[in-house]
Each structure stands twice: as structure tokens, then as C-alpha cells.
């Protein structure tokens, strides 16, 4: 299948910087150069599968390995120069004593990979280690094999936030003033007053009720200061130009000003100064009297309160006293009331609790969590600490659970061909421990844990690839033959599913032969005895070629496998089916795919019912 350089160069003409402008242009120069190879396990020329790439949207490659950028806090910045350093004795000793005070942080995956051969040196498995070391050694130059320094972090395993408190603090000090809200604030402070002033100077020259009948002695020089001004207020101040407007009162009465101070007034402007300052009398009454003067004290009161842009500078004061690189344990403190009484409004208020750190049900129930999207964004720290229970050595286990949430940060890649993504024991220094791995008694109530959250809070939504990722790794910690199919993109596919999706579907067969399921989408579970990428063809009426007729295919195929919820409940997931199917029925969808997704997942839920 030839990849499509149009999406590129679309892409390109996209990119909102010139640092995104570059990273696209190298994707297009390592393909004419042979550099890169989109669409393989192993893009890039001279590097094995299990570095991590740096990946743009689409799975493309850039060409560049992720762990290339410069060594964090090591004295000694140069890559190959702190990797000899770090396998001396000093070196390793250092190594050890992170590992053993949980005193660091993995970012990349290939961040662990020297912390693996301390542990091994610290095991006395030294073959092991310096096995290992012979497959790094040759990307010593590029990449960077050492964790950052860190102080260790206490928070319980089952514990998860959206964002740290350092994101949070940096999200709020980047907002910018609202802009009508700091119009508004100008026009109250600077431009009423200026109004109030020139009414009042107008109100001088007024004899029964008529405006500009006599002119008292120094009026005309103190209106040329007025005027003067005003200049120098329209210079400073710019956030509102309803002063400039020629029909609104404030400009009307300048204007007039201007005229009167050279020369009388013309008939045309006397008749339209009168107007206004009848309009500014009836609507706020005179300067000083007191209907304006309550007027102007309400609006006065509005300019005390505080802006969001104060208050959250305000918020982000309490943040500091916070460790940054993990989420708030708790918010009330962050987000009670100023010393004044002022409540913390609901759109900093919201920005603060995404970085609460909770259990993802609690996360879930304060609405920090609103998709299956996001839950999967939590997962990861979860099925790692989960996975990371079959290493019996506590700073194994520790170090395996890092390295594990770092792999789930690595982008997916562009494939084609049926082929399939690194998966984290492909890596030389998860490999290299392999032997001191044992059962894993956590991972199947993990699983089951993860998959009745997700059905219970989203049961109109289809398990996203990032959370079926997680539950087809945990399925595999507890040797679960279950077969977890993600969604496949209709652009790329090349017209045959993996031997997974057969499986898939047979598993959905005997659960749900002879229900509305099966009699809704008309399945025969006889037919998956045989191809069943021909079935789908058959189903869906086309062979695979564009984009439409291949998702129209890709749509039998999740049809046949309920695209994970029969897989699911053979794990033992259980779920509330009428309480699912109703909330399937009160989702609203405008799209057409999206609406039907639904359908089959309301369907669904009503075929357990009768199980």
C-alpha cells in the first residue's frame, strides 16, 4: 500500500510553527532518502523495533529517536560519556541507591534500561548485565540510557490524576485576561468617569434646561484640559473603543467640546449635544445626585471583586507549597474562598481538578473523568504497578512499573501489513530480567476491575485502542486466552484482519446465538467456521478500496465481535445490562457511525438480559 504524501504535505501546510513545519518536512526527506520506512516495525535505518521513535499525529516516524535530547540533572551532559560513567563502580553504586530509595523518574523507556543493569550487578547476575550492555552499547552516542533524578514518590499504586500540579500551575499563570472582561473593567474605572466629567462640564453652560446657553468664565480652558486629556487616556488606554464611536453620548459630548472651545457651536451639533445630555440625565440622572451616585457605587463594588485572572494567580500561589511532578491529593485547601470571601470561580475551579489524585472511581463520580478516553489516559499507572507484582523484588517491581508507564507513552507507529506494535518484553532490559518474573495473581482483578469501570461509567462508548491495549496486557499477565481487536483505521487498512478477530467473534457466538443481538444484525455464528475476512466482505457487500467501502468492512467485523464486550464478559466482567442499555438510549449522537455504535452497544446490553 503506498503511503499517502498528500496527508503529509497537508499536514505540513498545517503546521502552526516552524518547529512543527521542520519535523514534517524530515518525515517527507527520510522517505526520499530511504531514511525512514512508514508503515514497518522498525522505521527507522540503523535502529532495532524497540527504540522509541519520535512520532507525529498519524503514527509517521520523523526519524528521530525520542531518547535523543540531552541527559537532565547528570554532571556530565554527554550521552556516551555518562553511559561509561555510569557502568564504573562508583557509577553502578549510584544506580543501586536510587533503585533502592525509589529516587528517580522514567519518562522514556529506554530511561530504565541502565537502572536494569545496576539490579542485575546488584543480583550478582553479572552475565545478565553485561549481556545487556553489549545490546546498548552500540546507541550509547544517541540515546540516553539514564533516568532523571527524582525524589521518591510515596503515592499508593491505585492512585491517579489528569494532571500534575506543576501542569496545573503553568495552565493557569498562561491564561490570558478575559478580554471583554478587562474591556468591561476599563470602560467602568477610566471611561464612565471621563463621561461623568464631561457631563458635568457641559452641565455648567445649561440655563432651564437648555445645554451650552451661556459659557462661565474659564469653561473653555478647563474643557481645552479635558480634551488633553482624553488624548492621553485613548493612548493608554485601548481595551475598549466605544469612546471613539461618533453616535455614542461620551463621543458626542467630546466632540461638541472640541468645536465649543474654537468657535460656536453649529445648529446640527448644539441639537445633537442637547440629545445626549437629555438621554445621560434621564437614564443616570446628574453627577453627584443620588441615583448616579448608586449607580456608579454598585459599579464600583464590581471593580473590587477580584478577576478570574487575579484569582487564579491567587490559585496558583497555594500550588507552589505543592510537590510538582504529581497531582493534589487534595483540592479544598486550593480551591476554598479568598480571605475576602471571594469564591473561586468554575473555570479555575475545574482546571484544579484535573489534577486531583484519586482512585479512578472517585475520579469518575467528581466528573474529572467525563470519557472512556480519558479513563484510558489513567490506566496505564494501574496495569503497571499490576504487571509489575510478577517480579518479586520490591526494586524490581518498582523499576519494571516505571518503565512499564513510560512504554504506554510511546506513540503508536503507522503499520501495515498486519503488523504489529512493539510490545513492552521486546525491550532488551525488560527481557533481560524475564527469569525473575512469576504468576501473577493481580492481573485478572485488575482486568475485571477495569473493564466493569469503563462499562459501568461509559456504556455507550466503545473501549478506545489505549484502554484495550491495557486490558489485552493484563489479559496476558494472567495467561488469559482472550482476544482483545482495537479499532482499526479505515485509511490504512489493507483488507485482512488478524487470526484475533476470528477468535473474537467466536467468543461473541456463544454468548449471544439465538438473541436480539444475533437477530438484529442477522448472524449466522455457523458461517465463522470459515474465512472471515470473506464474511465480512459478504456482510458488508464490497471488497476492501476506499475509505467508505472499508469501513463499511471494519464495521461488520466489530458487529461480529461486539468489538470487545463479549470478550469482556468471558473475562468476568459483570455489568448492570438494564441500567446500561438505558443509559445507551438517553446518549445522543448527531453523527450516523457514532449513533450506530451506540445501537450495537444498547443491543447488546439488552441481549444479557436474558442470560
Known sequence: MEINRGYLLAQLAKAGSPEKAEKWTSVLRG??????????????????????????????ATGEAAASGPLESWEIPGREQAFARALTEAGLGELETRLALGAYRVRLPE???????????????????????????????RLR????PAEPDPTPADVVWRRTADETTITLRNREPNARIAAMREALSVWNPFADELLAHWLETMVDGRVAAYYPEGWRKRGRALLDRYDDLALTFTRTTKHRRRKENLAILR????????????????????HAVDSMLTKRGAPGSPTHAELRAQQDRVLDQPTHHALARIVVQRLAVLPPEVGIESTDAILEPTEDGTPIPRSIRAVVERALAATPETLIERGVVPSAEVLAELVPPIAAATTALAYSDER???????????????RSLLLLNLEHQVTVDELPWVAAVARWRGPNAGAREALVRLGELALDAFPATPLPNPLIAELDTLAREAELDLPFTEELAADIFMGRFSPKFARAAKIAGELLEGTPYAERYAIDYTALDGDFDELCFARAGTKPGDVPENRRIIEQAQILTTHNLATLVRAGVTVDAERAAARCRQARATKPWVLARIERQRIFFESLLGK
Open 31 to 60: 522517505m526520499a532518502s530511504g531514511v525512514l520506512r512508514i508503515g514497518s516495525r522498525t522505521p527507522i535505518k540503523n535502529l532495532p523495533a524497540w527504540v522509541t521513535p519520535e512520532v507525529l499525529r498519524g503514527g509517521f
Open 111 to 141: 530511561e530504565a534500561a541502565l537502572l536494569t543493569v545496576a539490579w542485575l550487578a546488584g543480583a550478582g547476575e553479572l552475565r545478565a548485565a553485561l549481556r545487556l550492555v553489549e545490546e546498548l552499547a552500540p546507541h550509547a552516542g
Open 145 to 148: 540510557f539514564l533516568p532523571t
Open 255 to 274: 466632540i461638541a467640546l472640541t468645536e465649543a472651545v474654537h468657535r460656536p457651536l453649529s445648529t446640527r451639533r448644539r441639537g445633537l449635544l442637547q
Open 396 to 410: 524490581l517491581a518498582a523499576l519494571m512499573a516505571a518503565n512499564y508507564e513510560a512504554f504506554r507513552r510511546r
